[in-house]
């Protein structure tokens, strides 16, 4: 019985669907060496389509007392700057789940979106990564 608290990451990337299918891997191998460490949270990383993304974020909103969002703008060129700003949010995350909740049966919910940005002074490979939280 796995008694870890659990988090559900849900993840829109609209961009190259070969940077999309590298990082999928790489997101799954992620997950996998996680599950494999009794001593981490349980974690699970899904690709969504936009509008799964946006169900997603209603019942965030629906869940929790509040949710927290951020964002930035970030260049992104290789799949593994993409990869390394989620692990990052990830495990920010999962230590936070940690930390300030004592109930192993603990899930949690966070979403990332990862668009082009849409400003008319930005690169071609240029991001907007917005990513919300329950609390």
């Keep these: 019985m796995n008694n870890r608290p659990k988090l559900h990451v849900s993840i829109y990337y609209d961009g190259n669907s070969k940077l999309k299918t590298k990082m999928k891997r790489q997101l799954s191998a992620y997950s996998e ?15 969504d389509t936009f509008s799964t993304l946006e169900e997603k974020r209603v019942q965030q909103e629906i869940l929790y007392d509040a949710v927290l969002t951020y964002r930035t703008k970030h260049s992104l060129t290789t799949s593994y700057e993409l990869y390394t700003i989620i692990i990052l949010l990830n495990s920010l995350t999962r230590q936070r789940l940690y930390e300030n909740n004592p109930d192993p049966a603990k899930k949690d919910l966070m979403i990332i979106s990862v668009m082009p940005s849409r400003d008319d002074n930005q690169g071609v490979n240029d991001y907007d990564i917005k990513w919300s939280l329950g609390k």
Excluded: D, N, T
Excluded at 33 to 47: A, D, G, M, Y
């Design 33 to 47: 060496r996680l599950l494999s460490s009794p001593w981490e949270p349980s974690v699970k990383i899904c690709l």
